[in-house]
């Protein structure tokens, strides 16, 4: 069921779809952390949990920019399993990869 598309060395639907999930868990992680991290207390001196790596308190802007990115990346991601679903000449597949 893989379809490579029109252009040459580009990766097919299902590889990147796979990748498109494995960002999704990534970007969810990240938003959980980053949520975990601007809910914190701001005195370290009491925890019950393991530290969270990156600091605390008010949030990490770099995890913050990290989840950015990474959904970034499932958009385009997106884009592109949109622009090759549609190039399907077969229309089974085609609408199979439309759902």
Do not use: H, N
Not at 55 to 77: H, K, N, S, T, W
Not at 91 to 97: A, C, E, M
């Amino acid at each position: 069921m893989d379809f490579a598309g029109g252009g040459g060395g580009g990766a097919s639907l299902s590889e990147m779809y796979q990748s498109a999930r494995r960002l999704l868990l990534s970007a969810r992680d990240g938003v959980a952390r980053v949520e975990r991290l601007a809910s914190a207390p701001t005195s370290s001196s009491y925890s019950s949990s393991a530290p969270l790596v990156g600091g605390g308190g008010a949030g990490d802007p770099a995890a913050a920019e990290e989840v950015r990115r990474v959904v970034a990346q499932i958009q385009g991601l997106c884009a592109q399993m949109d622009r090759l679903w549609r190039s399907i000449p077969a229309k089974g597949q085609r609408d199979l990869w439309k759902r």
